[in-house]
């Protein structure tokens, strides 16, 4: 049986599906099993995931009989999943050929951790770099650890590779006191930094495409205040778990409060948008 199941979520992905499938078929470690999960698509996807499903029996395709979401999407290709290791690859996307292989290696030398990652490197469309980030040389002292990668980790490591069960438990976790999109990744890579369950490498690379999208309209500030409460209570919550002395957990309330501010929302956000509903939506409705 394979160790390793790819997810691929996708939806109209013809623009970039090939690339991404490419990537997997290109993989050195051959034991692992490709799920393609289409969400009803309209354009070419169908075909060109099929076209690799005929040719290579570790590609599976399973259409949607309708829209699920994306969310949704997400979840059915992870419950489909019966090996021990995971990763969702988004259709646009595309991995290094060693990446498999090299993650696994982590879980080998690291057998306590739930969570390997790889560089992140982020591309426009046109192939120009957006970032670049890169696993840290980490400190020996605990809370120094936990704070470097705090601020240091990407969220696209959700899309790393995990030991599914735990992926599971973790994301039900955040889900059950965070039920949003904004930030879930942050927090379900949280419950690993907390716990020292992750390591990484710069050997293997997973690139992203930065596409152009519309700019993302913030909710009123009395729904940002409530996520940025549960955010950090969720932070707060997963810590108290775990065998912090009381002067560790002082050092680490004002990490999570860092945190929380630069993943979710900070008070100059909110105290703006605030601003904006109070003071000068009256200025600034169409008049009748």
């Not at 696993?135 to 899309?159: H, K, M, Q, V």
Request: contains cysteine; aromatic residues 12%.
């Amino acid at each position: 049986m394979p160790e390793v199941t790819v997810g691929i979520p996708v939806y109209n992905g013809e623009a970039y599906l090939q690339r991404c499938l490419l990537s997997v078929l290109s993989q050195t470690e051959e034991n692992f099993i490709a799920l393609i999960y289409d969400n009803a698509s309209t354009d070419g996807t169908r075909e060109i995931a099929e076209s690799f499903c005929q040719t290579d029996k570790r590609f599976i395709y399973f259409r949607q009989s309708e829209n699920r979401g994306p969310t949704n999407n997400f979840l059915d290709v992870l419950a489909a999943a019966k090996t021990e290791f995971f990763f969702w690859l988004a259709h646009d996307d595309f991995i290094s050929p060693n990446f498999i292989n090299e993650l696994l290696g982590l879980f080998h030398t690291n057998p306590q951790i739930h969570l390997a990652v790889p560089r992140i490197l982020s591309i426009h469309e046109d192939g120009r770099t957006y970032g670049d980030a890169r696993w840290p040389n980490l400190p020996n002292d605990r809370l120094d650890r936990i704070g470097l990668l705090l601020r240091e980790a990407p969220p696209s490591w959700f899309y790393a590779l995990w030991r599914k069960e735990e992926l599971q438990r973790s994301f039900d976790r955040v889900w059950s006191h965070y039920p949003y999109g904004w930030g879930s990744d942050h927090l379900t890579i949280y419950t690993q930094i907390i716990r020292g369950t992750l390591a990484g490498t710069n050997e293997a690379c997973l690139t992203q495409t930065i596409q152009h999208r519309p700019a993302r309209i913030r909710p009123p500030y009395k729904q940002m205040l409530e996520l940025r409460r549960l955010f950090r209570q969720f932070c707060l919550d997963e810590a108290s778990k775990l065998d912090f002395a009381p002067e560790e957990m002082k050092r680490l309330n004002k990490m999570i409060e860092n945190y929380t501010s630069d993943r979710c929302y900070g008070y100059r956000k909110i105290a703006r948008r605030a601003l904006r509903e109070i003071v000068l939506s009256p200025f600034t409705r169409p008049s009748s």
